[in-house]
């Protein structure tokens, strides 16, 4: 099986492309955030330090944690970022190891993992992955997508100001696709990749 990081900035068509290529046989699918929002719950594994870090206006009147307030927070203080990345990418980190380990069991061909700081984040792993591709799209087709999908404006340019300086490091097992565009041909594009890697490997 080989590990497969599927990166980049917000609107990039990450979710989009991984959705789509896992309904393939042999393809498997572990989105980073997804991981992430579950140690956020009530009880989690990140709940309580995230409480003692960013405080109780974090949380919904239920209890639960507001992501999007946590992210404002974070994304406008570095030092804030800084802290919620250390107290949750290991955590994450954590469950792409078991997931990583399931697939296997599974049989399945290529696991794609989503994350869009897989490259960035000192907490993140990288020797557990074969390769890195990384989805590159202008800002104004990246602001457009992540407006259709409803994501507030303000938010919107939170993220993309955040990102602005994620760039895909230059290594031999980092790929740039280009993702402007439409989802299927950026699909297409990352499956023939996928298929070139797995014959190299051989």
């Known amino acids: 099986m080989m590990v497969i990081g599927i990166t980049g900035p917000a609107g990039s068509g990450k979710s989009t492309v991984c959705r789509m290529l896992a309904h393939r046989p042999g393809i498997g699918h572990v989105d980073c955030d997804q991981l992430a929002w579950a140690t956020y719950r009530p009880g989690g594994p990140a709940y309580a330090?995230?409480?003692?870090?960013?405080?109780?206006?974090?949380?919904?009147?239920?209890?639960?944690?507001?992501?999007?307030?946590?992210?404002?927070?974070?994304f406008s203080d570095p030092g804030a970022k800084e802290d919620l990345e250390a107290i949750v990418h290991p955590l994450v980190m954590e469950e792409v190891k078991r997931e990583i380990q399931r697939h296997r069991g599974l049989g399945t061909r290529w696991l794609l993992v989503e994350g869009a700081l897989l490259l960035s984040s000192p907490h993140v792993d990288r020797s557990l992955f074969d390769a890195f591709v990384w989805l590159s799209a202008p800002e104004e087709e990246r602001r457009r997508r992540l407006l259709s999908a409803g994501v507030p404006w303000e938010v919107v340019e939170g993220r993309l100001q955040a990102q602005r300086e994620l760039l895909p490091p230059k290594a031999e097992n980092v790929y740039v696709v280009d993702a402007g565009a439409p989802p299927a041909e950026v699909a297409a594009r990352i499956l023939s990749l996928l298929e070139t890697l797995e014959k190299k490997g051989q």
Not at 49 to 74: N, T
């Open 49 to 74: 330090r995230l409480l003692a870090r960013f405080g109780e206006e974090i949380l919904k009147p239920d209890g639960s944690v507001d992501r999007r307030r946590l992210a404002e927070i974070a």
